[in-house]
């Protein structure tokens, strides 16, 4: 059966179509994916870029995150991947956070970042969130995060006062 034209007003989405043909464009698989935390408060040395921990998966379709020892993404399927972090930036007093910075790494160099510096009016906590789109080749290509908490008192940490998801790594492949 072909279908030459279907008008709105006389389409029912619950009826079933058998197609004969192939379709193609649609579809496709955004593996491999995962997404990790931070599970409990971690201790920064103030002013010091720090590698973030984020030791906790919540899903690695791909087994491609390294929860344990790395905690880097080096996904085994060549392609474009969008790349995102968070991190909740606490400077442990009341209002003396000075800079809270958070930076994606590809392959141990710097490639974007999300910094805020609070001159004038310092807070006590921050949610800096960072994304990309990045070109990975599939095999050796590798993202991780790192952070940069300046504070008055020299006592900065990451914080998971809403439970862990604000400190969170995650990605994913784009289907071009």
């Known amino acids: 059966m072909a279908i030459d034209k279907i008008q709105s007003e006389s389409i029912n989405l619950a009826d079933t179509f058998a197609f004969t043909g192939t379709v193609t464009g649609a579809g496709g698989v955004m593996t491999p994916a995962f997404e990790a935390v931070v599970a409990s408060n971690q201790s920064l040395t103030d002013a010091t870029t720090t590698k973030v921990i984020y030791g ?75 994304s990309a789109t990045i070109d990975f080749n599939g095999s050796s290509d590798y993202v991780e995060i790192f952070v940069l908490v300046d504070d008055e008192t020299s006592n900065p940490k990451l914080a998971a006062p809403n439970g862990y998801r604000d400190n969170k790594f995650g990605a994913f492949r784009i289907i071009t």
């Open 56 to 130: 906790s998966e919540v899903y690695d379709t791909d087994n491609c995150y390294d929860s344990s020892t790395n905690y880097r993404f080096t996904p085994t399927t060549a392609g474009k991947y969008f790349v995102y972090a968070s991190a909740y930036c606490d400077a442990e007093a009341s209002d003396n956070l000075i800079i809270s910075d958070l930076t994606i790494y590809k392959n141990g160099s710097y490639y974007s970042r999300s910094y805020n510096w609070f001159h004038g009016s310092p807070g006590r906590h921050y949610n800096n969130f960072v």
